[in-house]
């Protein structure tokens, strides 16, 4: 696949702008839309609660510019700072879970050293973090400024009303219909998060298929396992 690392980074085959409900953050949606075309800030800090859908976003960014690297840092223990070395060149480079990092003096100089570069290269640069850039707890005082220099966007968790539309979107990219009910049902009974109830929808999808039955409630219960 494209947009892979050495060590074997690929992007999720269904991380997509059109995949994305955006709900309440069209703007932040909009504006990462705007920075994969090439137009817009050339920093962005984008940060949210887990389940906000921040790592698709900045995949779906990679899918819409090909010359662009996704590093997600929670695989740290995986990489090395050095990998930081020339990823100015690209034309936008995505940096995932950001707070791994906070208090490592070495990975902290790396980040800095790139944001420097890529000012410098005219190119782009996408950080997310669950948090926003002061709660981080880099102890870099020139990164904690750099972090800064940008557009800070705020992802907000969807309501139920708009998981239902999320989990709704899903099904439709995946070829088959969600009723209102069965997607109701799946948020009342099971966990509400967004990256859970996406699995469960595919394994749903998947048992669907083999079976060669509709999603209703009585199936739902049987292949999940969910009481009233």
Same mark, same amino acid.
Request: contains cysteine.
């Given at each position: 696949?494209?947009?892979?690392?050495?060590?074997?980074?690929?992007? /999720?085959d $269904? @991380?997509?702008?059109?995949?994305?409900?955006?709900? @309440?953050?069209?703007? @932040?949606?909009?504006?990462?839309?705007?920075?994969?075309?090439?137009?817009?800030?050339?920093?962005?800090?984008?940060?949210?609660?887990?389940?906000?859908?921040? &790592?698709?976003?900045?995949?779906?960014?990679?899918?819409?510019?090909?010359?662009?690297?996704?590093?997600?840092?929670?695989?740290?223990? &995986?990489?090395?700072?050095? %990998?930081?070395?020339?990823?100015?060149? %690209?034309?936008?480079?995505?940096?995932?879970?950001?707070?791994?990092?906070?208090?490592?003096?070495?990975?902290?100089?790396?980040?800095?050293?790139?944001?420097?570069?890529?000012?410098?290269?005219? $190119? *782009?640069?996408?950080?997310?973090?669950?948090v926003?850039?002061?709660?981080?707890?880099?102890?870099?005082?020139?990164?904690?400024?750099?972090?800064?220099?940008?557009?800070? =966007?705020?992802?907000? =968790?969807?309501?139920?009303?708009?998981?239902?539309? @999320?989990?709704?979107? /899903?099904?439709?990219?995946?070829?088959?219909?969600l009723?209102? $009910?069965?997607?109701?049902?799946?948020?009342?009974? $099971?966990? *509400?998060?967004?990256?859970?109830?996406?699995?469960?929808?595919?394994?749903?999808?998947?048992a669907?298929?083999?079976?060669? /039955?509709?999603?209703?409630?009585?199936?739902?219960?049987?292949?999940?396992? =969910?009481?009233?």
């Amino acid at each position: 696949m494209a947009h892979q690392l050495p060590l074997g980074i690929t992007l /999720r085959d $269904n @991380a997509a702008f059109e995949n994305y409900f955006s709900g @309440a953050n069209g703007e @932040a949606v909009f504006a990462l839309k705007q920075c994969a075309e090439g137009r817009g800030e050339q920093f962005i800090y984008l940060w949210g609660t887990q389940g906000t859908g921040k &790592s698709h976003l900045l995949q779906a960014v990679c899918k819409l510019e090909k010359n662009a690297v996704y590093l997600p840092l929670s695989e740290k223990e &995986s990489l090395v700072p050095d %990998m930081l070395e020339g990823l100015e060149s %690209m034309a936008i480079v995505c940096i995932d879970d950001m707070e791994q990092i906070a208090g490592d003096p070495e990975w902290e100089t790396a980040v800095f050293n790139l944001f420097n570069r890529v000012r410098d290269s005219g $190119n *782009r640069l996408i950080i997310t973090d669950n948090v926003k850039p002061a709660d981080l707890g880099i102890k870099l005082p020139d990164l904690v400024s750099r972090l800064n220099w940008g557009l800070t =966007l705020h992802l907000q =968790l969807l309501n139920d009303e708009g998981k239902l539309s @999320a989990l709704q979107l /899903r099904a439709v990219k995946r070829g088959f219909e969600l009723p209102d $009910n069965v997607g109701k049902y799946l948020l009342s009974r $099971n966990t *509400r998060d967004l990256s859970s109830l996406f699995d469960l929808l595919d394994q749903l999808d998947e048992a669907s298929l083999a079976a060669q /039955r509709k999603l209703t409630i009585p199936f739902v219960k049987e292949v999940a396992g =969910l009481r009233d």
